[in-house]
């Protein structure tokens, strides 16, 4: 079964603008971690932010901020004031308490000038 | 600052050919994982392993096994590669426990031609 969904295959945004990229996860577990991971042309795998589940408040890094809706199981990621550096594929994870690793399937983000 | 290393970053081989993937880190990591990437399927879990000697097996390890001797190297085996092994290889690795620090830590991958 699919624990991470990301129904958004591609996006685009314009620069300086903020964007959401959905996520949607699925877990009748109490504890689990969610990640988000930027994978630039490159092919490395940036770590962005993460959230608990027990966190009662939602994840800050920057630019990048985690909108984690617990009762609809959903965690999205906000960027504000996009950049065109910001241009890369974006996965959604999950972590469980087996330390397992669930990833999405993507969203490629693309930031016009 | 390498925190994970991957044997190569490109290799062609052909098929039926026995192939193996090396993955070290260096931040005394108790999990350590093998993924492959395709595109559109994102990323998908062939093995990890909690433990030295320890192994589990992923959504897709038909086709693949693995090797933890030591903590700090994983290996992906392919005992007989195919076509449609040809594919992006990433292998990860993060601390025990769940928490904020859990983050996995990839490699730089393997991009594998089966020819």
């Known amino acids: 079964a699919q624990k991470i969904t990301q129904t958004q295959p591609g996006m685009f945004v314009q620069e300086k603008e903020a964007v959401t990229l959905d996520c949607t996860y699925d877990?009748?577990?109490?504890?689990?971690?969610l990640f988000w991971y930027k994978q630039p042309s490159s092919g490395e795998m940036i770590f962005l932010i993460y959230q608990g589940s027990y966190d009662q408040q939602n994840a800050t890094e920057g630019r990048y901020s985690l909108n984690f809706q617990k009762a609809r199981k959903s965690a999205n990621l906000v960027i504000s004031a996009s950049q065109l550096g910001d241009s890369a594929m974006y996965f959604c994870a999950m972590e469980d308490t087996g330390n397992q690793f669930y990833f999405g399937t993507g969203t490629s983000l693309t930031v016009i000038p | 600052d390498v925190k994970v290393t991957q044997s190569s970053r490109y290799l062609v081989k052909r098929t039926g050919e026995k192939v193996f993937l090396e993955c070290v880190q260096d931040m005394d990591h108790e999990n350590m994982f093998w993924y492959r990437q395709d595109p559109g399927l994102g990323l998908r879990l062939i093995y990890f392993s909690y433990d030295v000697k320890m192994k589990e097996k992923g959504d897709i390890p038909e086709g693949y096994s693995v090797s933890r001797e030591k903590k700090e190297r994983f290996s992906l085996i392919l005992e007989s590669a195919s076509t449609n092994q040809t594919s992006m290889y990433l292998c990860a690795s993060s601390p025990a426990g769940l928490g904020e620090y859990n983050e996995q830590f990839f490699g730089p991958g393997t991009r594998l031609t089966v020819l």
């Open positions: 877990t009748s577990d109490p504890s689990y971690g």
